[in-house]
């Protein structure tokens, strides 16, 4: 008898504390990246996670998505192999109640991605990669969205800063052998006709070239007077510390494309970076900035991973699109008022006006336009001592 009584006050202890205790906590929305993590000199894909996951604490400190379920990052690596890309996507959107996957620096991925997304119907989050591609493609209706730079915008900037800063008229271009390098061929082709610009010569290169110093020297001879490299932090490093190698007399300003800002560029390069004129282009920068939402991700990166300061923050495009991509993904979901990746797709290119760490954004993204980011927002900095990349005056 005693135990049955024991017995029945335990089951009505947990019926009372079921009944009138907390709620079952709420199950999360997921949201995926899928990045280059196991990429040796890689900071592009912690720099993205960085922005996600602050954005993401702000997200659920304020209660969350759909009346207080909470976001959940998924991660996975994709080394940078494109077909590992692929079967990550595939593998991320099986997953139940995911609503979007987020990229990472290599545009190749993108592209090689786009059947996929298109055939399952899964947003992709564009952070980072810069071919136009990525967003410019016939998929309709088009679940790509990018907050970042494109090639076409690059282009004439780089271009008319070589011209105005280093009085280049004639430049020569190294190229990497991908979908990033081939959508910048059409990009600076086009920029340079309009600049009126001189390219005296294209030079290509495959990833793991050993050497850059015959493309560099091939392209020198033609007279050119700037090089425009296109390409990531192992490349920029290896082509700087050749040029380093040269007379000085022999060494010619190189303007670059930001790949080189998603990796330990500056470790790599070490002492030659300060023999080099580089310039590198750029979307946002956390020096100079006051506001208050710069301030609370500053604060947050300080706190979360040690970052001593504006100018020390690692890839900092990365930090910022991510965290700006990760709010508006967030109020996309509240807008389709469910986890349905199609009306997800659907809310984002209606969402309102955002004020943003980047930006603020009157209309992030249309049905016609999927990049929340403008021309008006490139501009070019210069690497430092210690790693420091600051932006460049006009």
Not at 134 to 157: E, G, N, Q
Not at 284 to 303: H, M, N, T, W
């Amino acid at each position: 008898m005693d135990l049955w009584k024991r017995l029945f006050s335990t089951f009505a202890g947990l019926f009372i504390v079921t009944a009138c205790g907390a709620a079952p906590p709420a199950s999360p929305v997921l949201v995926g990246l899928d990045a280059e993590f196991g990429h040796r000199t890689s900071t592009s894909a912690q720099a993205i996670q960085r922005g996600m996951e602050i954005a993401i604490a702000e997200i659920n400190a304020a209660g969350g998505v759909l009346g207080g379920r909470p976001l959940k990052l998924v991660t996975r690596d994709n080394r940078s192999i494109t077909a590992r890309g692929v079967d990550n996507l595939r593998e991320l959107a099986k997953l139940p109640d995911l609503v979007a996957v987020f990229g990472g620096k290599f545009s190749p991925i993108y592209v090689e991605s786009l059947p996929v997304v298109h055939e399952l119907g899964v947003p992709l989050m564009d952070p980072w990669g810069a071919a136009d591609i990525i967003t410019d493609h016939d998929y309709r209706p088009s679940y790509t969205f990018r907050l970042s730079l494109k090639d076409s915008w690059a282009a004439p900037v780089m271009l008319r800063f070589a011209k105005k800063t280093y009085g280049a008229e004639r430049i020569g271009v190294l190229l990497p052998n991908t979908a990033w390098g081939r959508s910048n061929e059409s990009a600076i082709a086009a920029a340079a006709a309009e600049l009126g610009v001189e390219l005296i010569g294209e030079r290509w290169y495959n990833w793991g070239n050993p050497s850059f110093l015959r493309h560099y020297l091939e392209l020198s001879r033609r007279d050119a007077q700037a090089i425009l490299l296109v390409g990531n932090e192992p490349e920029g490093a290896l082509l700087v510390k050749e040029m380093a190698g040269l007379p000085e007399s022999d060494r010619l300003p190189v303007v670059s494309h930001w790949g080189v800002t998603g990796g330990a560029f500056a470790t790599l390069a070490g002492d030659a970076l300060q023999e080099i004129e580089l310039a590198v282009v750029q979307t946002y920068s956390f020096v100079g900035r006051s506001d208050p939402i710069a301030k609370r991700v500053l604060q947050a990166l300080r706190e979360r991973y040690g970052v001593a300061g504006p100018a020390s923050v690692p890839s900092p495009v990365g930090v910022a699109h991510a965290y700006d991509l990760t709010h508006l993904l967030a109020r996309a979901v509240n807008l389709a008022g469910s986890t349905d990746r199609a009306a997800i797709r659907h809310a984002l290119e209606h969402l309102g006006p955002y004020q943003g760490l980047v930006r603020h954004y009157e209309r992030p993204f249309t049905p016609e336009r999927h990049d929340a980011l403008s021309q008006e927002d490139v501009f070019m900095a210069y690497y430092k001592e210690d790693d420091q990349l600051i932006p460049a005056r006009d």
